[in-house]
Nanobody
Framework: QVQLVESGGGLVQAGGSLRLSCAAS????????MGWFRQAPGKEREFVSA????????DYSDSVKGRFTISRDNAKNTVYLQMNSLKPEDTAVYFC?????????????????WGQGTQVTVSS
C-alpha cells in the first residue's frame, strides 16, 4: 500500500520561505507522477503543482507560478515543494498526491494516493 507523509509546514511571515517534503513508501516512487494540492478553510482543495514520474514535466497554478518550485529525488523517494515569497493567501493545509505512470492531472479526483497534509500559515 502506497503511503505518503508530508512534512515541513509551519508558521512563517509574509515574504518568507518554506520547503515541504513528501516521503513515499510502499510503491515504485519513480513511477509515480506527484502533485501538491492545498485546501484553505471553507474552500475546495486546489491544484498547486505537479511533476511527472520521469521528471520531464512540471506545472504550477497561476497563483504560485514564479514563487514555488517542485522537485523530486527518486533516490530518497521524496518530492519537495520549495515555497518562496509566501503570501497570507498561501495559508492552507498542503497535501501531496500520487498517480501511477501518468501525465499531470489538475483535478484531485485523478490522484488515488494522498498524504495526511501539513499546515502552512503565513502571517501578514
Amino acid at each position: 500500500q502506497v503511503q505518503l507523509v508530508e512534512s515541513g509546514g509551519g508558521l512563517v511571515q509574509a515574504g518568507g520561505s518554506l520547503r515541504l517534503s513528501c516521503a513515499a513508501s510502499g510503491g515504485p516512487f519513480s513511477s509515480f507522477t506527484m502533485g501538491w494540492f492545498r485546501q484553505a478553510p471553507g474552500k475546495e482543495r486546489e491544484f498547486v503543482s505537479a511533476v511527472t514520474w520521469n521528471g520531464r514535466s512540471t506545472d504550477y497554478s497561476d497563483s504560485v507560478k514564479g514563487r514555488f518550485t517542485i522537485s523530486r529525488d527518486n533516490a530518497k523517494n521524496t518530492v519537495y515543494l520549495q515555497m518562496n515569497s509566501l503570501k497570507p493567501e498561501d495559508t492552507a493545509v498542503y497535501f501531496c498526491a500520487g498517480r501511477y505512470l501518468s501525465q499531470i492531472y489538475y483535478v484531485k479526483d485523478q490522484y488515488p494516493y494522498w498524504g495526511q497534509g501539513t499546515q502552512v500559515t503565513v502571517s501578514s
